[in-house]
């Protein structure tokens, strides 16, 4: 068994895993971690705890130390010089006539390395402007090219709901998303309208998409047949939400009724049993879930 600590460097970004050690640390603390930039700022977001060897996939690198106020302040020092190298570098860019777009800058605890963020179209052959700033800045220069949803997560805005982007308020990691999710959940199909400021397909799209996964998988499809109180009908559209179903009557007209008040027609018959049976699973399933919420809590 390995002891491992999570921590964070900034809101809503990954979390990386280290060696405690022999420090009492919790929650909230701010430590000070050797990384492969060197020493860096952080601060604990999952308490020390034990796992398994196997579920380690490299060597953990060390937690340096409990955080000093003298570190959070030497840090905070830095924010002006992040300030300054952008300037600087932005400059450069102007004068070496670079297609990209500067979007952030970080110095390490020690201010020994400079990593510089940017996004770009196509590949950028950055060497030069790298030579230029290590001699200006006396700092060892890294550029890191990032993807648009990492851009959007730096540069930050709001959404189309109004509210700030999720991806820089608690999203972690980055979820595949498919329009086929935007498909399973009735949104419309056109990528403008499902799309964030990233240019790419909205993240929220994944939080609801298992329960669409589920829902579908225990409601009647278009076309089946059911019994209502109103006579038998075909299903025309299913509500996952409201765990309901519309249907097209004998007499044509269209009405919704509770997924518990219609029954299947299997080779011209009722089967009441199987679509109650399923609705009853999905009952107790989200009873359950609810427990376990309650318990965690």
Same mark, same amino acid.
């Given at each position: ?54 579920? +380690? ?7 340096? $130390? ?9 840090? !905070? ?19 070496? #006539?670079?297609? !990209? #777009? ?10 020994? $390395? ?29 550029? $890191? ?8 997560? !730096? ?78 009908? #075909? ?18 007209? +269209? ?7 219609? &029954? ?22 989200? &009873? ?10």
């Amino acid at each position: 068994m390995a002891e491992i600590v999570g921590v964070r460097f900034k809101q809503a970004g990954k979390i990386y895993y280290f060696d405690p050690g022999d420090l009492k640390l919790e929650v909230n603390d701010f430590v000070v971690v050797e990384t492969a930039r060197g020493l860096e700022l952080g601060h604990v977001v999952i308490a020390p705890g034990q796992v398994l060897d196997s579920q +380690i996939e490299n060597p953990l690198k060390p937690v340096v $130390r409990k955080a000093e106020p003298d570190d959070i302040e030497h840090a !905070m020092q830095f924010e002006d010089k992040e300030k300054e190298a952008l300037e600087e570098c932005a400059k450069l860019i102007e004068k070496l #006539k670079l297609n !990209m #777009k500067l979007l952030a800058a970080e110095y390490n605890l020690d201010g020994s $390395r400079l990593t510089l963020h940017f996004g770009a179209a196509e590949r950028v052959d950055f060497r030069e402007l790298v030579r230029e700033l290590a001699k200006r800045l006396k700092v060892r220069v890294e550029m $890191r090219q990032t993807g648009p949803r990492d851009e959007a997560k !730096m540069t930050g805005g709001c959404g189309r709901c109004g509210r700030p982007l999720c991806c820089m308020t608690f999203l972690s990691n980055f979820t595949p998303v498919s329009m086929r999710m935007a498909k399973d959940q009735g949104l419309p199909l056109n990528p403008m309208k499902i799309s964030g400021v990233c240019g790419r397909l909205m993240c929220c799209l994944v939080y609801e998409n298992d329960y669409y996964q589920e829902m579908k998988d225990r409601m009647p499809r278009a076309g089946q047949r059911v019994m209502t109180s109103a006579g038998e009908a #075909k299903v025309v559209d299913i509500n996952p939400l409201k765990v309901s179903v519309m249907v097209e009557l004998e007499t044509q007209a +269209i009405v919704e009724f509770p997924l518990n008040e219609i &029954s299947l027609m299997i080779d011209g018959k009722r089967d009441q049993g199987n679509i109650h049976k399923k609705v009853k699973e999905k009952e107790n399933s989200m &009873s359950t879930e609810k427990e376990n919420e309650k318990t965690k809590s």
